[in-house]
């Protein structure tokens, strides 16, 4: 039985949202990954496939989310982090998420990239100002979401995660 469902959000059009009370750690979702945007195969917005809706992994591969993990909103006090395991993404509770509440990550983990946006997640927590790399976060979070930092990012990332173990 599904643990979520997608429907509007106060956050950003539509978002993830818990159909059941979700306990700190609980697994809630297996990212869908098979949908590689390539040149050879590219997004086709006229199948509602968009930039925003594409994720970044290891030597810069580019995946569309699928549903429903494509309409987890970001937030700067997620709910959620996400974990490879044996070559599958999934999602896993933060904290306790009671029944109801919107299902949000912190986009700017195991992110890469130059793209910047207004935040709008609301939370005591908002940055207000994102910028997509995780290493342009202030230096209290890097040390905070290190934890949570994915083996693929770490990998591909070492000297900086390095660097920042050394000076933590």
């Not at 590219?42 to 968009?50: G, R, T, Y």
């Amino acid at each position: 039985m599904a643990k979520v469902t997608v429907k509007q959000s106060s956050i950003n059009g539509m978002g993830v949202f818990a159909l059941e009370n979700i306990s700190n750690g609980e697994l809630i979702l297996a990212i869908d990954d098979s949908r590689i945007v390539t040149p050879e195969l590219p997004l086709i917005e006229s199948k509602d496939e968009f930039e925003y809706h594409c994720d970044y992994l290891a030597g810069r591969k580019v995946v569309l989310m699928q549903l429903p993990e494509r309409h987890i909103n970001h937030s700067c006090n997620p709910n959620t982090f996400v974990k490879t395991i044996l070559g599958v993404r999934y999602v896993f509770a933060l904290r306790p998420i009671p029944v109801g509440e919107e299902v949000t990550y912190d986009y700017c983990i195991n992110g890469i990239g130059d793209t910047l946006w207004k935040c709008n997640c609301g939370s005591a927590r908002c940055r207000e100002d994102i910028h997509s790399d995780f290493f342009h976060l202030p230096y209290d979070l890097q040390v905070e979401y290190l934890p949570l930092l994915d083996s693929w990012y770490i990998e591909e990332y070492k000297e900086k995660v390095q660097k920042l173990l050394e000076e933590h």
